[in-house]
C-alpha cells in the first residue's frame, strides 16, 4: 500500500494545495533514472509493424490473477518495470532476507551473490562496476571467485590472470569424460606442472589487494599445492584427499593484504580443480559465472549435492540469473520450448540454493535489422514476458533489464554513443556501456535498502 501510495504522488500536478499546504511533486526513482540522463541519444528509427505478425499468445501462458499467483502483479507496461525489482516470493520476503544480510556486515559478516549468467557479463562487464560501487558502500575488497581458466582473460579489468596446462570442461563443452561440475559450472583437471597466477588489477578501487586466498578442489589421492605471494618465499602444503568431496585450501593473511598469488601442481593425477576466491574479509562479493552461450537449460548439468557443498564454504545470501540472450531472434514467433527449458531451469536452481532468494534478471535488449531499419528484435519483449510470468510461478524475485536499459532500440542507442557504450553486434555491451548499467544497477539496490529500511520503522 505504501508503495501503491508513493508512485501515486509521482502524478500529482505542481501547485496543487491541501488547505493552505502546498504539495510537492514527488518522483521516487529520481536517483536512478538520473543515470540515464546524463547520456545523450539519438532517435533511431523503429518499425513497430512486425509486432502485429506475432502469435503473441506464446509469449506469456496468461496475466490473470489467481488465487495460486505469488506476490504483488504489476500491471503492463508499468511505470515499475527496469526501476525496481518486482517481488514475487511468497510473503515478498526475498529482499528483507538480503538486506538483512547486508546490515550483518557492519558486525563482520560477509554477504555473497552467485550471479549465473551468458555472455552479457562475460570479463565482468556490469558486474566489475556493480561489485566495486557496492563494496564502496557496504565494504569488502576483492573480485571473490575466479575461474582456473578464461576465454576473456585478456579483456577482464578487475584481474590479471595467467595459466596454462589445464583441460577445461564445462556445461556447454560436448565430449570426453567430463568430471563433476563445480559452482561456477566449470571444472580444470591439471596435466603436469600446470600453474595459475592471479594479479590485482588496479582500474577497480576494490580488486588491488585481498587478504584470503580460497581454492576448491577435489582429489582422490594424496597431492601438493606450491604457491607463492607476490616475490616471497615459496610454500607447499598437501591438500587434503577424498573421492567426491569438495575441499578448501585457503591462505589467510593480514591487513593490506598481497597483490598476487602463483599456484603450481606437480602431481595432477586425480586432482580437478573448480576455481578459488580472492577477497577480505566482511563485505559484499559478487562472484561471477558466466558461461558463454549459456541459455539457462545447461545449468540442469550442475549437481545439487556438489553446488551444496561449495554453498557450505561460501554461504550464498542471493542467486542472480541472467540469460536468454542465445534464444533471441527476429524470426521467433512461438518460445513455448524456451519457456519449457527454462521452466526446468528454474525448478533445478531451486534444488541447487533450497533456501537461496533467486533474482531473474531478463534477458536485456538485442538490435538487429528488421527489413531495411534496425530495431529490438522481436524475440526480446516475448521473452522478457515469459521470464517474468515464470519468475512470478516459482515464487522469485524479478528485474526487466529489457526496460531497465530503456526499451526498445536502448541498444541501439547505446552503439551509436561516443564512446561506445555498446558494441555494433547490438548484443553486447562494451566497458563503458557496462558501467552505465553497472551505476544503475547499484542505485537501484541502493533505493530498495533505503525502502526496506523505511518499511522497518514502522514495523
Keep these: 500500500m505504501l508503495m501503491i501510495m508513493l508512485i501515486s504522488l509521482q502524478f500529482v500536478p505542481e501547485g496543487i494545495e491541501l488547505g493552505e499546504l502546498p504539495i510537492r511533486k514527488m518522483d521516487i526513482f529520481s536517483d536512478i533514472r538520473s543515470v540515464h540522463q546524463t547520456i545523450e541519444v539519438t532517435d533511431i ?4 509493424s512486425y509486432y502485429a505478425a506475432l502469435d503473441t499468445s506464446a509469449w506469456v501462458q496468461t496475466d490473470t490473477i489467481t488465487e495460486n499467483t505469488l506476490g504483488p502483479v504489476p500491471l503492463k507496461d508499468s511505470i515499475v518495470y527496469g526501476k525496481m525489482i518486482e517481488d514475487y516470493t511468497y510473503d515478498q520476503s526475498g529482499l528483507k532476507h538480503f538486506f538483512a544480510q547486508i546490515d550483518s556486515i557492519k558486525t563482520g559478516s560477509q554477504v555473497r551473490i552467485a550471479w549465473y549468467g551468458d555472455s552479457f557479463v562475460e570479463g565482468d562487464i556490469l558486474i566489475g562496476d556493480l ?12 573480485v571473490g571467485f575466479v575461474p582456473v581458466t578464461s576465454e576473456v582473460a585478456q579483456f577482464k579489468r578487475t584481474i590479471k590472470h595467467q595459466f596454462k596446462g589445464w583441460n577445461t570442461f564445462s556445461i556447454i563443452k560436448k565430449g570426453g569424460n567430463r568430471p563433476a561440475l563445480g559452482i561456477n559450472g566449470y571444472a580444470y583437471k591439471p596435466s603436469i606442472e600446470a600453474s595459475i597466477f592471479y594479479e590485482g588489477a588496479h582500474y577497480f578501487k576494490h580488486t588491488r589487494l585481498w587478504t584470503n586466498a580460497k581454492l576448491f578442489y577435489s582429489s582422490g589421492a594424496n597431492n601438493r599445492i606450491t604457491w607463492q605471494l607476490d616475490d616471497r618465499v615459496q610454500h607447499v602444503d598437501e591438500l587434503k584427499s577424498k573421492p567426491g568431496v569438495i575441499h578448501q585450501w585457503m591462505w ?5 593484504g598481497t597483490t598476487s598469488i602463483s599456484m603450481r601442481f606437480a602431481y595432477p593425477d586425480s586432482l580437478t580443480l573448480y576455481g578459488a576466491s580472492l577477497e577480505s574479509g566482511a563485505g559484499v562479493y559478487i562472484d561471477n559465472f558466466s558461461v558463454r552461450g549459456n541459455s539457462g537449460g545447461p545449468l540442469g548439468l550442475l549437481k545439487p549435492e556438489v553446488i551444496q557443498q561449495f554453498d557450505r564454504y561460501l554461504k550464498y545470501d542471493l542467486i542472480v540469473l541472467q540469460v536468454g540472450l542465445n534464444a533471441v531472434t527476429n524470426s521467433l514467433n512461438n518460445i513455448r520450448w524456451y519457456e519449457a527449458e527454462l521452466e526446468r531451469t528454474f525448478k533445478h536452481l531451486r534444488k541447487c ?5 533467486i533474482l531473474i534478471v531478463s534477458v536485456g535488449d538485442r538490435g538487429g535489422k528488421l527489413g531495411d ?3 529490438t528484435m522481436r524475440g526480446v519483449p516475448a521473452i522478457v514476458s515469459m521470464q517474468r510470468s515464470l519468475a512470478r510461478k516459482h515464487g522469485f524475485l524479478f528485474y526487466d533489464l529489457f526496460w531497465g536499459m530503456g526499451g526498445p532500440n536502448s541498444m541501439i542507442r547505446l552503439a ?5 557504450l555498446a558494441n555494433t553486434d547490438y548484443t553486447h555491451l562494451t566497458h563503458e556501456g557496462g558501467k552505465v548499467i553497472g551505476f544503475q544497477f547499484a542505485g537501484m539496490l541502493l533505493e ?3 525502502r526496506y529500511k523505511n518499511q522497518k520503522q514502522f514495523q
Design 353 to 357: 540454493f533450497p533456501n537461496q532468494p
Design 131 to 142: 561489485r566495486d560501487t557496492l563494496q564502496s558502500v557496504w565494504g569488502g575488497q576483492g
Design 252 to 256: 589467510e593473511g593480514n591487513y593490506p
Design 416 to 420: 551509436m554513443q561516443r564512446p561506445r
Design 45 to 48: 528509427p523503429i518499425d513497430t
Design 373 to 375: 531499419e534496425l530495431g
Design 448 to 450: 530498495e535498502q533505503r
